[in-house]
């Protein structure tokens, strides 16, 4: 193991796997004393054996359908995952991280159920194999890991700066000396993921450690195509606050004091460190790959550099272990990794009727949000306290950020700007000063970074309630947002991630641009776990978001540009314990002829043009559309035999599809009238005001198609 005192790596150049001599044996080894070679030993062999009998016999009969060797990854990984023995250890892993897996725990029955899709496995048939999660056995809590390359970074750096809450603002004194770990391979260098994670662990000197295991190739791109020259730690030799660690991944000793040195520079609270490990590739990226794009040079080369092979010469040279004594041990895993076999196969397939299940909350996650630690909060009401202060909606959202704050000791705010200015909105003005820079933050300026973090802060027990600026903006965390809503899902309800997250969307009371207006619910509503509300008045924004700050779902909290501060959006403050259920639409106009349904500013647009027809027309304000009241509307309807909805979000494919579709299909026999939609063309909302009244829906506009309807 190579570091420098200046925090600026020395290269290994082409000596990457080099020996260790007498002196790196006798050399420091942190807080961690020598590893049980004996355990190390098992689980390289285990692991070893694991990838043999599936590359062998699995994946050539079919019985698994993706099959990832970590053969060359395992005593790097092994050596990390039997360092992770404090309690609150974490960490983000990826598709080739078994080894670690199997060091935290994993047992090689649950390894082979996983890949063969047998009751059993930890996602329950449910994920990829190899994309593993696992709460705390006795090491690291796993992340509920991503097939996207990039994305374990953020998460993990999310439950850093959650230890850190933990200790500071909580009091957890037990916590201290705990870390986060994120495991990825060179080419996950150069994702977004990777930065944004760099970025947050160097800015706030969190406990992290990032582990990058450096096998010269991402499938077949070599590693000089993600960092210059392929190596990030040289690169990254001028980064601040960032120890940085190189060593090979095989030398049993030399990677072991990397290890030891590197987690004891970040248990000690100097900040995050990056070690950069050497390891070989020995199969294919998957089982069907056949390495077409290496030269017979650099296959020899990886296969000189085996770490089992190197183990095994250094526990014979040290011994430790003589070499019957490891092929006996070789033989008795082979033995148990068979045995481990014929149970996963004999186990069931995973039960059919379960597989919508946990796509919301149903019932206490093992991990994640605030219900598995019972954070304890008053109760709510579903009634609204009469005679309070009139508030605007901005009001509305600080007032219940505020007084959820209060009440709940694990909630935080942040995001760009929330912080000293109090959001560009100005929805979180004066927060900071009265509940203190640790509960509302700003942050580093990536989207990706604020979702990301938050899914690690979740599933640590807090609360994150990110802004995100502007609905166009959020497009930068779409990989962890779509993330997010699967999680509880895929890990078979193992894990969950409440979160609210809080966009502006829409166009301002005035004008508008293609990047400060966008409304995009339906792209939202198409994802999977997420629940949205998008509420019209500030009575409503006050009992949604508290219902949302109170449940146990992702929730996007969607608040209109142009209704945050607008007299249009003021009612009577409904008071601290007011909660309003999702999926409750509001009837504004009651009328039996037509029923228009919609949400966000277009409420008052539609309520403005109904005036005109005075008992005619129903209107509704859906309020939430996922879930949304489709009870309400399909009495309604059935009622007027006539529907049109109407929404700022543009056309096609919109939200208006889907509730349509809904009628047709549920009320086709009492339809008097063709469905009719009402949205923004299918066009970016534009500059000039002229050409944005062009494409947005009018007042006149929905007058004169409900006149078409009432006439139909
Ligand atoms: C966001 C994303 N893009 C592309 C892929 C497809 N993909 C899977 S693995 C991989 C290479 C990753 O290489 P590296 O990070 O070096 O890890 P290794 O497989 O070498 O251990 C790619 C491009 C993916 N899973 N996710």
């Given at each position: 193991?190579?570091?420098?005192?200046t925090s600026k790596?020395?290269?290994?150049?082409?000596?990457?796997?080099?020996?260790?001599?007498?002196d790196?044996?006798?050399?420091?080894l942190g807080?961690?004393?020598?590893?049980?070679?004996?355990?190390?030993a098992?689980?390289?062999?285990l692991?070893?054996?694991?990838?043999?009998?599936?590359?062998?016999q699995?994946?050539?009969?079919g019985?698994?359908?993706?099959q990832?060797?970590?053969?060359?990854?395992?005593?790097?990984?092994?050596?990390l995952?039997?360092s992770?023995?404090?309690?609150?250890?974490a960490?983000g892993?990826?598709?080739?991280?078994r080894p670690?897996?199997?060091?935290?725990?994993?047992?090689?029955q649950?390894?082979l159920?996983?890949?063969?899709?047998?009751?059993?496995?930890?996602?329950e048939?449910?994920?990829?194999?190899?994309?593993?999660?696992?709460?705390?056995?006795?090491r690291?809590?796993v992340l509920?890991?991503?097939?996207?390359v990039?994305?374990?970074?953020?998460?993990?750096a999310?439950w850093?700066?959650?230890?850190q809450?933990?200790?500071?603002v909580?009091?957890?004194?037990?916590i201290?000396?705990?870390?986060?770990?994120?495991?990825?391979?060179?080419?996950?260098?150069?994702?977004?993921?990777?930065?944004s994670?760099?970025?947050?662990?160097?800015?706030l000197?969190?406990?992290?450690?990032?582990?990058?295991?450096?096998?010269g190739?991402?499938?077949?791109v070599?590693?000089?195509?993600?960092?210059?020259?392929?190596?990030?730690a040289?690169?990254?030799?001028s980064?601040?606050n960032l120890e940085?660690?190189?060593?090979?991944?095989t030398?049993?000793?030399?990677?072991?004091?990397a290890?030891?040195?590197?987690l004891?520079?970040?248990?000690?609270?100097?900040?995050?460190?990056?070690?950069?490990?050497?390891?070989?590739?020995?199969s294919?990226?998957?089982?069907?790959d056949?390495?077409?794009?290496k030269?017979?040079?650099?296959l020899d080369d990886?296969a000189a550099?085996?770490?089992?092979?190197?183990?095994?010469?250094?526990?014979?040279?040290?011994?430790i272990?003589?070499?019957p004594?490891?092929?006996?041990?070789e033989?008795n895993?082979?033995?148990?990794v068979?045995?481990a076999l014929?149970?996963?196969e004999?186990?069931?397939?995973?039960p059919?009727?379960?597989?919508?299940?946990h796509?919301?909350f149903?019932?206490?996650?093992?991990q994640?949000?605030?219900?598995?630690?019972?954070?304890?909060?008053?109760?709510?009401?579903?009634i609204?306290?009469?005679?309070?202060a009139?508030?605007?909606?901005?009001?509305?959202?600080?007032?219940t950020l505020?007084?959820e704050?209060?009440?709940?000791?694990?909630?935080?705010?942040?995001?760009?700007?929330?912080?000293a200015l109090?959001?560009?909105?100005?929805?979180?003005r004066?927060?900071?000063?009265?509940?203190?820079?640790d509960?509302v933050?700003?942050?580093?300026?990536?989207?990706?970074?604020?979702?990301?973090?938050?899914?690690?802060?979740?599933?640590?027990g807090?609360?994150?309630?990110?802004?995100?600026?502007?609905?166009?903006?959020?497009?930068a965390?779409?990989e962890?947002?779509?993330?997010?809503?699967?999680?509880?899902?895929?890990?078979a309800?193992?894990f969950?991630a409440?979160?609210?997250?809080?966009?502006?969307?829409?166009?301002?009371?005035?004008?508008?641009?293609?990047?400060?207006?966008?409304s995009?619910?339906?792209?939202?509503?198409?994802?999977?776990g997420w629940?949205i509300?998008?509420?019209?008045n500030?009575?409503?924004?006050?009992?949604?978001?508290r219902?949302?700050l109170?449940?146990?779902?992702?929730?996007?909290?969607?608040?209109?540009r142009?209704?945050?501060?607008?007299?249009?959006?003021?009612?009577?403050?409904?008071?601290?314990?007011?909660?309003?259920?999702?999926?409750a639409?509001?009837?504004?106009?009651?009328g039996?002829?037509?029923?228009?349904?919609?949400?966000?500013?277009?409420?008052?647009?539609?309520?403005?043009?109904?005036?005109?027809?005075?008992g005619?027309?129903t209107?509704?304000?859906?309020?939430?559309?996922?879930?949304?009241?489709?009870?309400r509307?399909?009495?309604?309807?059935?009622?007027t035999?006539?529907?049109?909805?109407?929404?700022?979000?543009t056309?096609?494919?919109?939200?208006?599809?889907?509730i349509?579709a809904?009628?047709a299909?549920?009320?086709?026999?009492?339809?008097?009238a063709?469905?009719?939609r009402?949205?923004?063309?299918?066009?970016?909302?534009?500059?000039d005001?002229?050409?944005?009244a062009?494409?947005?829906?009018?007042?006149?506009?929905?007058?004169s198609?409900?006149?078409?309807l009432?006439?139909?």
């Amino acid at each position: 193991m190579i570091k420098s005192e200046t925090s600026k790596p020395v290269p290994l150049d082409n000596a990457a796997f080099q020996e260790v001599g007498s002196d790196a044996m006798a050399a420091n080894l942190g807080g961690l004393g020598e590893p049980d070679w004996l355990e190390v030993a098992r689980l390289v062999l285990l692991s070893r054996k694991i990838d043999q009998i599936e590359e062998e016999q699995l994946a050539p009969q079919g019985k698994m359908k993706l099959q990832l060797s970590s053969a060359g990854h395992e005593l790097a990984q092994v050596l990390l995952g039997l360092s992770l023995n404090h309690p609150w250890d974490a960490a983000g892993i990826y598709y080739r991280s078994r080894p670690f897996l199997l060091a935290s725990g994993l047992s090689a029955q649950e390894a082979l159920a996983a890949s063969l899709a047998r009751t059993g496995s930890p996602s329950e048939g449910r994920d990829v194999g190899v994309v593993f999660s696992m709460p705390r056995r006795n090491r690291a809590t796993v992340l509920p890991t991503s097939g996207n390359v990039g994305t374990q970074y953020t998460p993990a750096a999310g439950w850093a700066q959650a230890l850190q809450y933990r200790q500071r603002v909580l009091g957890e004194k037990t916590i201290a000396g705990a870390v986060a770990v994120a495991a990825g391979g060179d080419g996950s260098v150069a994702a977004n993921g990777f930065w944004s994670a760099v970025t947050i662990a160097t800015t706030l000197k969190l406990p992290m450690l990032f582990f990058i295991e450096d096998n010269g190739f991402g499938i077949s791109v070599p590693s000089d195509y993600q960092t210059p020259h392929g190596n990030i730690a040289t690169n990254l030799a001028s980064f601040g606050n960032l120890e940085l660690v190189e060593a090979s991944g095989t030398e049993p000793l030399q990677a072991w004091q990397a290890i030891a040195s590197s987690l004891d520079h970040v248990r000690s609270g100097k900040g995050p460190c990056l070690l950069k490990v050497k390891v070989p590739r020995l199969s294919g990226h998957i089982f069907s790959d056949k390495q077409k794009y290496k030269s017979v040079a650099q296959l020899d080369d990886d296969a000189a550099h085996d770490p089992l092979v190197k183990l095994k010469e250094f526990l014979h040279a040290a011994n430790i272990l003589a070499m019957p004594q490891l092929d006996e041990l070789e033989q008795n895993i082979e033995r148990d990794v068979k045995e481990a076999l014929v149970a996963a196969e004999k186990a069931e397939p995973p039960p059919r009727a379960d597989v919508l299940k946990h796509m919301f909350f149903e019932s206490d996650p093992i991990q994640g949000g605030l219900r598995p630690e019972k954070a304890n909060l008053p109760s709510v009401s579903n009634i609204p306290h009469s005679g309070g202060a009139v508030i605007d909606l901005r009001e509305a959202i600080r007032c219940t950020l505020e007084q959820e704050m209060r009440e709940n000791e694990r909630m935080i705010v942040f995001g760009e700007d929330v912080g000293a200015l109090g959001g560009i909105h100005g929805v979180t003005r004066t927060l900071q000063d009265r509940l203190g820079a640790d509960r509302v933050f700003d942050t580093s300026l990536s989207e990706e970074g604020i979702i990301g973090r938050s899914i690690g802060m979740a599933v640590c027990g807090l609360l994150p309630v990110p802004e995100l600026q502007f609905r166009k903006y959020a497009d930068a965390a779409h990989e962890q947002i779509t993330d997010v809503g699967t999680l509880r899902w895929r890990t078979a309800g193992k894990f969950a991630a409440p979160m609210v997250v809080r966009i502006p969307v829409g166009c301002g009371r005035k004008n508008g641009d293609p990047w400060h207006s966008m409304s995009g619910e339906a792209i939202y509503a198409h994802l999977l776990g997420w629940r949205i509300a998008i509420p019209s008045n500030a009575e409503d924004a006050v009992g949604l978001l508290r219902t949302a700050l109170r449940g146990d779902d992702p929730t996007f909290f969607l608040e209109h540009r142009a209704l945050l501060v607008n007299p249009l959006s003021e009612r009577n403050d409904p008071g601290d314990d007011f909660c309003l259920p999702f999926g409750a639409a509001a009837t504004l106009t009651q009328g039996d002829r037509l029923t228009v349904i919609t949400w966000g500013e277009m409420v008052y647009r539609c309520v403005e043009a109904a005036e005109s027809f005075a008992g005619l027309v129903t209107v509704l304000d859906l309020r939430t559309i996922v879930p949304w009241d489709q009870e309400r509307v399909l009495e309604s309807v059935r009622q007027t035999g006539k529907a049109l909805v109407v929404h700022e979000d543009t056309l096609t494919a919109g939200f208006a599809g889907e509730i349509i579709a809904t009628i047709a299909s549920e009320s086709f026999d009492t339809l008097k009238a063709p469905l009719e939609r009402l949205c923004t063309a299918d066009c970016p909302i534009p500059y000039d005001v002229g050409l944005m009244a062009q494409v947005v829906p009018s007042v006149d506009q929905i007058r004169s198609k409900i006149e078409y309807l009432l006439a139909y």
